[in-house]
């Protein structure tokens, strides 16, 4: 029987090309993105945010607008690590805002 054989090409990214990521997360999440990125070269930044601001949503957006200005400039992407937050309404509700892609 033969094997069929494939080749995979990789690709390599040079240090000074390599993709910066921030992250911002709820506290919830907080020892599950740590294990995520862990070892993950290109996350450059993690914040996790403070307990509780999910019970007032006008404040947790306005702490997550605070959190990608601070970080505009410094990263090229964002992750937002939340539980579904009614009070993000998705990425898109704050992606809008900051030149930074988030995810």
Avoid: N
Wanted: with cysteine; hydrophobic share 40%; aromatic share 4%.
């Amino acid at each position: 029987m033969e094997k069929e054989i494939r080749a995979v090409r990789c690709l390599t990214v040079e240090p000074e090309d390599a993709m910066s990521v921030g992250v911002i997360c709820c506290r919830v999440l907080e020892k599950e993105i740590r294990a995520v990125i862990h070892g993950v070269p290109e996350v450059s930044h993690l914040e996790v945010m403070e307990w509780g601001l999910h019970i007032q949503p006008a404040r947790l957006l306005d702490k997550v607008h605070q959190s990608l200005r601070s970080l505009e400039g410094h990263v090229d992407a964002v992750m937002l690590g939340y539980g579904r937050c009614q009070a993000l309404d998705g990425p898109s509700h704050v992606e809008r805002f900051h030149p930074v892609a988030v995810y």
